[in-house]
């Protein structure tokens, strides 16, 4: 049975990810270790074997992605974990499952870079990378949990939106969120989706052929469909094609389902926006920080708002641009060089004014240097 129970317990981060794998119907892990990750590979090879599920250590983290590929290939639920060296390798086959339309969950718990950099400090410099990693035009879904309890739910909603929206989905989890420890009540159920199967005969059967959602129905291998495979530009059959009015269509379409879905899958928390004069935008450990100079700064009178991203791709473009059009002073911050806050400034358009808090030192963003930022923006 699966660990996941009512009753308040005290849970790490990585551990309540890989609870909400599990509750969301994940039967299949393929990792290899790394820091500050490997805690949620512990936890799913102690915990998959007890729900009928397959736990693979693998040499590296092309072959774990690769892995998770085949694995939903024949309708299993799958996911690994990696961090930032090991999110780079994955990239290649991140792309891959994108064009193929293959279900698959990456958590990539963020650390400091590059390189090595520092394996055992916290960051959130991973950002452009979820969205912009692999080559090409391809789509993408990243989901930035800020507490052990959003970890769990955060992981389980991944999984909902890779099953229906046939996308990779990335779960950028930074150190600090997948090590500490908070007491949670973890529901014992939760609502999941599943890939939509094919309704035709086989023969009847195109794999890529997508009604208006966007999404084609999805069959197994080994249910009796057949189903070609490949990275390379398709036809509604699966087979390569140098068309270009093919190529431009597929890539139109994998855009677009995420698009015609931005709706469901933007997911953002609002705290005391309603007469802010300066929005804090801040997502993962940061918003905890920012949440807290909120709180000091209401209590000195001052009109502060937080607006935090949960879904960092596709990105809240209208939401910033609302906050500019009413002449908002905007401060990001963030523990990189300034990455959601390139975002923010397109969104805006220049429409007010942008502050930004950076830190890549290996510690967190802290409350009073935000509070410091509000009255720089203040003056």
């Excluded at 891959?96 to 090595?116: I, L």
């Excluded at 059959?237 to 015609?260: C, Q, Y």
């Excluded at 993962?284 to 791709?313: D, H, K, M, S, Y």
């Excluded at 939401?319 to 990001?332: D, K, N, V």
Aim: charged fraction near 20%; aromatic fraction near 6%.
């Amino acid at each position: 049975m699966t660990e996941v129970t009512t009753s308040p317990r005290l849970v790490q981060g990585a551990e309540a990810c890989a609870e909400g794998a599990l509750a969301a119907g994940c039967r299949f892990y393929a990792g290899y270790p790394i820091t500050p990750s490997s805690e949620i590979a512990e936890a799913m090879a102690r915990m998959l074997p007890l729900e009928g599920g397959v736990f693979l250590q693998v040499e590296d983290e092309i072959a774990a992605i690769a892995a998770v590929i085949g694995a939903s290939l024949g309708g299993v639920k799958a996911i690994t974990a990696t961090s930032g060296p090991g999110f780079s390798l994955m990239q290649e086959n991140i792309g891959f499952a994108a064009m193929a339309e293959v279900p698959s969950v990456v958590v990539n718990v963020m650390r400091g870079g590059p390189s090595t950099g520092q394996p055992t400090a916290p960051a959130q410099a991973d950002v452009m990378q979820a969205r912009w990693g692999t080559h090409g035009d391809h789509p993408a879904i990243a989901l930035a949990p800020s507490s052990i309890s959003e970890a769990f739910d955060e992981t389980v909603r991944a999984f909902n939106l890779a099953e229906k929206y046939r996308t990779p989905v990335i779960v950028l989890l930074d150190e600090l969120i997948a090590h500490m420890r908070e007491t949670v009540v973890l529901p014992d159920s939760v609502e999941t989706s599943q890939r939509v199967k094919p309704t035709v005969a086989p023969e009847a059967y195109l794999p890529y052929a997508a009604p208006s959602s966007g999404v084609p129905p999805m069959a197994n291998f080994g249910d009796g469909y057949r189903h070609h495979v490949t990275g390379l530009s398709h036809d509604e059959h699966g087979f390569p094609s140098e068309d270009r009015a093919v190529a431009g269509d597929l890539i139109t379409r994998l855009m677009g389902k995420i698009e015609l879905g931005r709706e469901e899958i933007l997911k953002a928390e609002e705290f005391c926006l309603e007469d802010a004069e300066i929005v804090i935008i801040a997502y993962g450990c940061v918003a905890r920080a920012a949440r807290a100079a909120v709180r000091n700064a209401r209590e000195r009178g001052q009109r502060i708002g937080l607006f935090r991203p949960i879904t960092l791709w596709p990105f809240a473009d209208e939401r910033i641009g609302e906050f500019a059009a009413q002449r908002r002073t905007l401060i990001t911050a963030e523990m990189n060089m300034g990455q959601i806050a390139l975002e923010v400034e397109r969104a805006s358009g220049g429409n007010c004014p942008l502050l930004r808090l950076n830190r890549v030192d290996g510690d967190t963003i802290t409350p009073g240097q935000i509070l410091d930022k509000i009255a720089e923006a203040r003056v």
